[in-house]
């Protein structure tokens, strides 16, 4: 057939092919059909199912998996000296310093004043969820963890469902640090359905601390309209966080098992993202310890963090 | 088969080339909302909430996000519904586009399931991608099987 023929390059529909077989726009009305069916289907069953299922809220709190916090609290020294400052995927920002402060402090439970380490956030936060796993990390190598629950950040915002912990009941005991928490909001809606449901308020002291430091005079790149943002963690007024260290979407389709289970992992990108910032926050706390315990302090992972931050 | 047998309407090569465009403008834009969530530009409250759509656990499939491979596909329909690829002469070419947009539309019901059934919110440019697979699988449906001989030409 020669390609030069115009009469052959734009057949007439008569010569189009007049095969046997299906009538022509039977494929489209199945088709069309199909869709439209299984559509409809899938409508039906999201008005007649109602909304979304209510996440668990604090009213009925959920301890931590035993086996998770083992693998929370029990990481492997060569996993934090492997990793050091290593996050290859997701980029992790170290707590900022902060100069001639007065010190924030208090009473440990053998009546010692110690720094504090002062975190402000929320359950619906997802900034505030990934943040948590690095902070509980970096905390467990100065002092034991109790009363951590399980938690998972507000299903319809952005980073939905990231799995996380609360500090609701949590307790901390150490020598060396106090750490108090603040969760302002549940993850769901109050009745009104207008905002968050209240949790926790916090004093006019840690409002104060919040008003002050979290503020772009303080923090590096953070804008006016970030100010008094969450999650904010103050290590002792040396150190500041404002926003989450690590983005929540290097958390995203992983459960919380399987986040825990990986910190064993120094090849995992998460578990990268994670003990990179607890390495970074452990550097921060070693300097309010005077670098106790030596052992953590002194470990290659932390000094890789502190001299990366130009701690001294 | 011969080249005249191949033949297509001219107004469905515009169509599905026109579509796979659009298809690949919204999910390239859907990629790199999916890295950068803040450049997002969409509502988030209510029922339409693109964020939560797009950073949802639904939105990786084998560790692969979903929107790479709503681009993956798109770049491959916007190939085979070019005016080249329907002017060729190998039947893999036109057996391809047809299977790829079946499969693509099948992905989408999950989709649409994911989003109404689990994540319960929707993404507009999503549904806009969804939108245009749909249209894309009406219009081959309308053409590829007589071009193929699957089915009795409309106009014989």
């Given amino acids: ?312 | 088969m011969s080249e005249s047998e191949l033949r297509v309407p001219h107004w469905a090569v515009a169509t599905t080339f026109t579509l796979s465009l659009i298809g690949l403008a919204l999910s390239t834009y859907l990629t790199i909302t999916h890295f950068e969530p803040q450049a997002l530009v969409c509502t988030d409250n209510g029922f339409i909430n693109c964020a939560a759509v797009t950073t949802s656990a639904q939105s990786h499939i084998l560790g692969i996000p979903v929107a790479i491979l709503g681009l993956g596909n798109y770049v491959v329909m916007t190939a085979l519904n070019s005016p080249w690829a329907w002017r060729s002469k190998h039947r893999w070419v036109h057996e391809a586009r047809f299977i790829l947009a079946i499969v693509a539309m099948c992905f989408v019901l999950w989709l649409i399931y994911a989003e109404l059934i689990i994540i319960n919110n929707i993404c507009l440019y999503c549904t806009g991608v969804h939108i245009t697979t749909f249209a894309l699988l009406i219009v081959l449906t309308l053409v590829s099987p007589a071009q193929l001989g699957w089915s009795r030409s409309r106009a014989s």
């Fill in chain 1, 1 to 312: 057939m020669p390609k030069s023929s115009r009469h052959q390059r734009r057949p007439a529909p008569s010569k189009a092919p007049a095969k046997g077989g299906r009538p022509a726009g039977l494929f489209t009305w199945i088709a069309v059909g199909l869709v439209v069916v299984v559509v409809a289907a899938l409508v039906i069953i999201k008005v007649t199912s109602g909304g979304p299922a209510k996440t668990p809220s604090s009213s009925t709190f959920q301890p931590i998996n035993p086996g998770v916090m083992t693998e929370l609290t029990t990481i492997p020294a060569s996993v934090f000296n492997t990793v050091g400052i290593t996050s290859p995927i997701a980029a992790v920002d170290p707590p900022q310093s902060v100069s001639k402060q007065p010190a924030l402090v208090a009473t440990n439970s053998a009546g010692a004043s110690v720094p504090e380490v002062l975190y402000m956030g929320a359950e619906y936060c997802p900034y505030c969820a990934a943040q948590r796993w690095a902070t509980i990390i970096a905390l467990s190598r100065f002092g034991t963890w109790s009363g951590l629950g399980n938690m998972s950040s507000y299903s319809n915002d952005v980073y939905p469902n990231t799995p996380t912990f609360t500090f609701i009941k949590a307790k901390y005991k150490s020598q060396y640090l106090v750490f108090k928490s603040v969760e302002e909001y549940t993850n769901y809606l109050d009745t009104a359905g207008t905002y968050y449901a209240k949790l926790q308020t916090p004093t006019s002291g840690e409002v104060a601390l919040i008003s002050k430091y979290d503020q772009p005079k303080y923090i590096k790149g953070l804008t006016a309209a970030e100010a008094e943002s969450i999650p904010f963690i103050d290590y002792g007024n040396q150190f500041l966080v404002a926003g989450a260290s690590y983005s929540p979407s290097t958390l995203t389709g992983s459960s919380r098992n399987e986040i825990a289970g990986a910190l064993s992992n120094a090849s995992s990108p998460i578990t990268d993202a994670i003990i990179t910032s607890a390495n970074y926050q452990t550097a921060a706390l070693c300097k309010l310890t005077n670098n106790q315990p030596g052992d953590v302090c002194m470990s290659s992972g932390v000094q890789t963090a502190a001299k990366a931050m130009g701690i001294k």
